[in-house]
């Protein structure tokens, strides 16, 4: 599986983003996604990550009732809707892929993921 992330750019605090990211390759087999995000300096972490077959999402509590996760199975496409957005979001956003099922227990586990897009810089100026 092939990843594209894409969306990122730079916005002032309290804006919004949308991010993108588009699975090609193996998409017929079954498979859930995620986003992390790596700001400099720090660990890569858990953003969001959504169970596609049945819509179930998961959220970093640093991002809960600010940013959506959703996805079009058809097009083998996941959203980062990012509303009210604080300069300590600014990282680099990727999106990841699991093949199989997310859980709660693995949903923030970076090993978890099988794949992973080239990353997308998200800056959020104050």
């Known amino acids: 599986v092939q990843l594209q992330a894409s969306g990122g750019g730079l916005v002032q605090a309290g804006g919004s983003l949308r991010l993108s990211c588009v699975a090609s390759g193996r998409t017929n087999t079954r498979f859930d996604m995620g986003w992390f995000r790596q700001a400099p300096g720090k660990e890569r972490e858990f953003v969001a990550a959504i169970a596609r077959s049945h819509g179930n999402t998961f959220y970093a509590d640093s991002v809960k009732g600010r940013f959506t996760i959703s996805g079009d199975n058809a097009r083998n496409t996941v959203y980062l809707q990012m509303n009210n957005l604080k300069p300590e979001d600014t990282a680099v956003y990727y999106c990841?892929?699991?093949?199989?099922?997310?859980?709660?227990?693995?949903?923030?586990?970076?090993?978890?993921?099988?794949?992973w897009g080239q990353g997308t810089q998200v800056t959020v100026s104050s």
């Open positions: 990841a892929a699991k093949m199989g099922i997310i859980t709660r227990a693995t949903m923030a586990t970076k090993r978890a993921y099988d794949y």
